[in-house]
């Protein structure tokens, strides 16, 4: 029996269903897209193939530009504030003795909840009567349009996806800081080391390797980032949340140019993919 489970094939029946789904629905609809690509394909299902001229349609399109202009920019800002409390949070949880299930449950908590409610209660959080202009109204400090000013926008819906998602990255980076022997930190403490020398020579080195994973994940997702901008602006005000993702929506279900939507869609695909191959190159150096 030992003999039969350590064979290759019985090893490839077990995870075989998984590869049928993965490449029903991963592997399949991304072939499917990229041939889309090629046709003018609408909402009747007629399509003649034109070859590259979406491509060129998409050099010369000022909205996609802008999109990715917009979503670089939300990248920027989404990654690094993510980063930031993940880290932060899973280092108190770390330290945390007495009720640590209940707190990591309920900083997880934001994570499972919907993304529609979550949408509505940061509407009026960020509503001009909402809780921060209350706030901010006691202080004698002037009302904010944190939906409605192109300035401030992109930072207001990054802060409502950190809320959302942090949770997630949150939990690896912890089971980073558990696979760390404690005998490094002990001995570090008896040499004198202080609570930031331990964490910049021993803890960040030590979880580099946790923080690459984390980046990646995170970036991927902010590249992808469709619920916050649909539920609070609508690619609002003045195309100031204007997405990749929003625009492939725009021009598929929208204006039902399936084929320039797959478009968009390949060029995102190739955008995601150099970029990690980048943070690869530079973030996980020496690690791999």
């Known amino acids: ?13 077990f995870v075989l269903p998984v590869l049928v789904l993965f490449l029903i629905f991963r592997i399949f609809p991304s072939l499917g897209a990229a041939g889309m690509s090629l046709t003018n394909w609408n909402i009747g299902g007629e399509w003649d193939f034109i070859g590259a001229d979406n491509y060129a349609r998409l050099l010369d399109d000022v909205n996609f530009w802008l999109s990715l202009r917009v979503t670089l920019v939300y990248v920027v800002i989404y990654v690094p504030l993510t980063l930031l409390v993940a880290l ?3 280092l108190l949880l770390n330290q945390v003795v007495f009720l640590r299930g209940l707190f990591r449950g309920m900083l997880f908590l934001p994570y499972v909840t919907s993304f529609v409610l979550a949408g509505i209660i940061w509407r009026w959080i960020y509503e001009f009567d909402g809780l921060i202009n209350g706030l901010l109204a006691k202080a004698d400090l ?7 000013q192109s300035s401030v926008v992109l930072p ?3 802060v409502v996806s950190v809320w959302k998602g942090f ?9 980073g800081l558990k696979s760390i ?10 040499d004198g080391a202080s609570a930031w020398q331990r964490f910049r020579r021993i803890t960040l080195p030590l979880l580099k390797p946790t923080i690459f994973f984390v980046v990646v994940i995170e970036t991927i997702s902010a590249f992808q980032t469709f619920d916050t901008v649909y539920v609070m602006t609508g690619g609002g005000p003045a195309r100031a949340t204007y997405t990749l993702i929003y625009g492939i929506y725009d021009h598929g279900f929208r204006s039902f140019d399936f084929g320039y939507a797959a478009t968009w869609g390949m060029v995102l695909f190739a955008i995601v993919l150099i970029v990690s191959l980048v943070q690869r190159r530079f973030l996980d150096r020496g690690n791999t």
């Not at 029996?1 to 029946?13: E, F, I, K, N, S």
């Not at 022997?181 to 008896?190: D, I, K, N």
């Open 1 to 13: 029996m030992r003999q039969r489970l350590r064979d290759p094939v019985t090893g490839l029946l």
């Open 181 to 190: 022997p404690s005998s490094y930190l002990e001995a570090a403490t008896v």
């Open 88 to 90: 932060g949070t899973a």
């Open 167 to 175: 949770g997630y990255s949150m939990l690896i980076l912890l089971a």
């Open 156 to 158: 207001a819906l990054a």
């Open 142 to 148: 002037g009302p904010v349009a944190f939906l409605e």
